[in-house]
C-alpha cells in the first residue's frame, strides 16, 4: 500500500470489523487497532460494563477522544466501534483523510 492514510473498517456489531481488519493487517503489514479494545484498556472495564456503570454519554464521549486521536496515527488498520460512525466529527475525519470500508453482513 503505498499511501499514509489508514484503512479503516465500519459497520454494525457483530459485521467482522475486527476479525477481518486484524486479517488484512496481517496480509498487509500493517499495526491493527480496534477501538473497543482501546477504550476497554483505558478505563478497565468492557464495553457492556462501560454503558452499566458509567452511561453512553461517557462512553461516546471517549470513543471520539480516542478514535480521533488513533486517526491521527498514519498507515495503520483500524477496526471503529459499532456506532463510532455516527459521530459527526468521527464521520468527517474518516471520509476526508481514510480508506474506510463498510461490512454489511
Known amino acids: 500500500m503505498n499511501s499514509n492514510k489508514n484503512l479503516v473498517f465500519l459497520g454494525m456489531m457483530g459485521s467482522g470489523k475486527s476479525s477481518i481488519g486484524y486479517l488484512v493487517s496481517k496480509k498487509l ?12 484498556e483505558k478505563v478497565g472495564m468492557k464495553i457492556s460494563e462501560i454503558f452499566e456503570k458509567k452511561g453512553e454519554r461517557y462512553f461516546r464521549d471517549l470513543e471520539e477522544l480516542i478514535t480521533l486521536k488513533k486517526l491521527k496515527i498514519n498507515y495503520h488498520v483500524i477496526s471503529l466501534g459499532g456506532g463510532g460512525f455516527i459521530n459527526e466529527k468521527i464521520k468527517r475525519e474518516i471520509l476526508l483523510n481514510h480508506f474506510s470500508f463498510w461490512l454489511d453482513w
Open 29 to 40: 503489514n500493517l499495526k491493527f487497532i480496534d477501538i473497543d479494545n482501546e477504550i476497554e
